[in-house]
């Protein structure tokens, strides 16, 4: 199944406010609800998802895989379809892209990262490191950083840009706002 990673940004920024995340919650919180989130979506496409899997001690491991639910076979599952790392630490950001695109034994067809990132500025900087890494068919990067610059309590920009191989092939934006302390998004027009 070939997985449109748009839409999937699309339906995390519609429903981010069911994640009833606060301006108060700290960064594991952050964390925590957003992988359950994606465990969830993968499991209700019929994929098996994984957290903290290493492929059978092959790779480092991963903050969230989904595997095919047909692909099961000899004590070993052959359908990797999604490997999502999430990341909240500025100074690991170029780490969370290694891992998300370094040659492997075994890669999946779709990746997703999504990293707090200082500014714009380092998010087009990112960017350009992973379209010199991206190998797989379809990956999906979200930037989550402040518009300003400046530090606030909670990030209040979102970009999100879908690579195929090493190309830039599409692109969305989403706001954040507090609504009593309450993070929602919302897609750019």
Not at 36 to 41: A, G, I, K, Q, V
Not at 79 to 98: G, P, Q, S, W
Not at 148 to 174: C, I, M, N, T
Request: charged share 30%; net charge neutral; hydrophobic share 35%.
């Amino acid at each position: 199944m070939q997985l449109d990673l748009i839409r999937v940004f699309e339906g995390y920024v519609r429903n981010y406010h069911t994640f009833n995340l606060s301006v108060h919650h700290g960064k594991h919180s952050f964390t925590m609800t957003e992988i359950e989130y994606f465990s969830r979506l993968g499991s209700m496409l019929g994929y098996y998802p994984f957290t903290e899997d290493t492929c059978n001690g092959k790779r480092r491991a991963m903050d969230l895989t989904w595997w095919g639910s047909y692909s099961y076979e000899d004590d070993y599952w052959h359908d990797f379809a999604l490997h999502l790392e999430r990341e909240n630490y500025f100074k690991k950001d170029e780490e969370t892209l290694d891992k998300l695109f370094a040659d492997a034994e075994v890669t999946p067809r779709h990746a997703i990262g999504i990293l707090n990132v200082r500014n714009g500025a380092r998010a087009d900087e990112l960017l350009k490191i992973a379209k010199s890494m991206c190998k797989l068919d379809e990956a999906l990067l979200v930037f989550r950083t402040y518009s300003s610059g400046k530090r606030q309590p909670f990030f209040d920009e979102v970009r999100a840009y879908r690579l195929r191989k090493s190309k830039l092939v599409d692109e969305r934006r989403a706001s954040v706002t507090s609504i009593d302390g309450t993070l929602f998004m919302k897609l750019a027009e």
